[in-house]
């Protein structure tokens, strides 16, 4: 299918650099000045890891893959126009990274015409890999996994998160959590979406939602939570995107509440 690209090859590659930007990440966490910067509004935080990282992963990809389109978070597009896309995102998590929580990751997807091929994520503090090749299947540190087999709601632990924007628009998840509380074993925000959808993967969590995320939030985990039995919707025809992610079952069971 890819001529010249061995998708195997390119994992083993990928997770190496997952590795090392996990060193970077270990290294700032709780221990030198962050640097921190905000973005699109006050809540946005932006640090040196995102940003030591970033310039990390897109420099070993450039040596690696010179042909290659790449979308990173900080850095956009890259002028490479290509079948093959990497979309990045260095720290996912960074407010929680910041304020010294634990729960971030850095995730590393690859697209090939549009489509997800690979997912990697590494969450370096927990030192846990999810990684997915599609078609090869899907592990969490070297083991198989599969998501829930919950087949009700009411039995389901849930994870979502809220937009940067939250502040100033109304439209902020307040109304979906009203609406299906009371419906749902309880729900859990954790602040690293990418994470997030893997623990979906692993069956951890039974479902996730969450509006306005980026390619990066979901371009490797998507991958994953395929690869381990599960939907991922989108239940906005937006451009960025608000999902519903879990088994079908409760997929379709939380339609009902998440508008
Ligand atoms: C954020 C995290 C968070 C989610 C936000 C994302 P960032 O990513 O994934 O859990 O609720 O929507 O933007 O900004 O830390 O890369
Ligand atoms: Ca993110
Ligand atoms: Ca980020």
Same mark, same amino acid.
């Given at each position: 299918?890819?001529? %010249?690209?061995?998708?195997?090859?390119?994992?083993?590659?990928?997770?190496?650099?997952?590795?090392? /930007?996990?060193?970077?990440?270990? *290294? $700032?966490?709780?221990?030198?000045? !962050?640097?921190? %910067?905000?973005?699109?509004?006050?809540?946005?935080?932006?640090?040196?890891?995102?940003?030591?990282? %970033? %310039?990390?992963?897109? *420099?070993?990809?450039?040596?690696?893959?010179?042909?290659? #389109? /790449?979308?990173?978070?900080? &850095? +956009?597009?890259?002028?490479?126009? &290509?079948?093959?896309?990497?979309?990045?995102?260095? @720290?996912?998590?960074?407010?929680?990274?910041? #304020?010294?929580?634990?729960?971030?990751? @850095?995730?590393?997807? =690859?697209? $090939?015409?549009?489509?997800?091929?690979? +997912?990697? @994520? $590494?969450?370096?503090f927990m030192d846990e !890999?999810?990684?997915?090749?599609?078609? #090869?299947?899907?592990?969490?540190? +070297?083991?198989?996994?599969?998501?829930?087999?919950?087949?009700?709601?009411?039995?389901?632990? =849930?994870?979502?998160?809220?937009? $940067?924007?939250?502040?100033?628009?109304?439209?902020?998840?307040?109304?979906?959590?009203?609406?299906?509380?009371?419906?749902?074993?309880?729900?859990?925000? =954790?602040?690293?979406?990418?994470?997030? =959808?893997?623990?979906?993967?692993?069956?951890?969590?039974?479902?996730?939602?969450?509006?306005?995320?980026?390619?990066?939030?979901?371009?490797?985990?998507?991958?994953?939570?395929?690869?381990?039995g599960g939907q991922v919707?989108?239940?906005?025809?937006?451009?960025?995107?608000?999902?519903?992610?879990?088994?079908?079952?409760?997929?379709?069971?939380?339609?009902?509440?998440?508008?």
């Amino acid at each position: 299918m890819y001529k %010249e690209f061995d998708i195997n090859e390119c994992l083993a590659q990928t997770i190496t650099w997952a590795k090392e /930007v996990g060193k970077i990440h270990l *290294e $700032y966490f709780r221990k030198k000045e !962050l640097s921190i %910067e905000t973005k699109s509004s006050s809540y946005d935080l932006l640090t040196i890891a995102d940003k030591l990282s %970033e %310039e990390y992963i897109v *420099e070993q990809i450039r040596h690696a893959y010179p042909d290659h #389109q /790449v979308l990173a978070e900080e &850095s +956009g597009l890259n002028e490479m126009v &290509s079948d093959f896309c990497w979309v990045i995102d260095p @720290v996912d998590g960074t407010t929680n990274f910041a #304020q010294g929580i634990p729960i971030f990751s @850095v995730s590393i997807g =690859l697209r $090939y015409r549009g489509k997800g091929i690979m +997912g990697v @994520v $590494y969450a370096p503090f927990m030192d846990e !890999l999810f990684y997915a090749i599609k078609g #090869q299947g899907v592990f969490h540190n +070297g083991k198989p996994i599969h998501v829930s087999n919950k087949t009700e709601l009411h039995q389901s632990l =849930l994870c979502t998160g809220f937009p $940067y924007d939250h502040g100033t628009n109304p439209d902020n998840n307040t109304d979906n959590i009203a609406r299906i509380l009371p419906h749902c074993r309880d729900i859990r925000r =954790l602040g690293s979406a990418a994470y997030d =959808l893997c623990c979906i993967a692993a069956g951890y969590f039974d479902g996730f939602w969450e509006m306005n995320l980026k390619d990066w939030d979901v371009a490797a985990a998507t991958v994953i939570i395929e690869e381990a039995g599960g939907q991922v919707i989108r239940f906005r025809k937006e451009p960025n995107y608000c999902i519903i992610a879990a088994n079908a079952l409760i997929v379709g069971q939380m339609q009902e509440y998440i508008k």
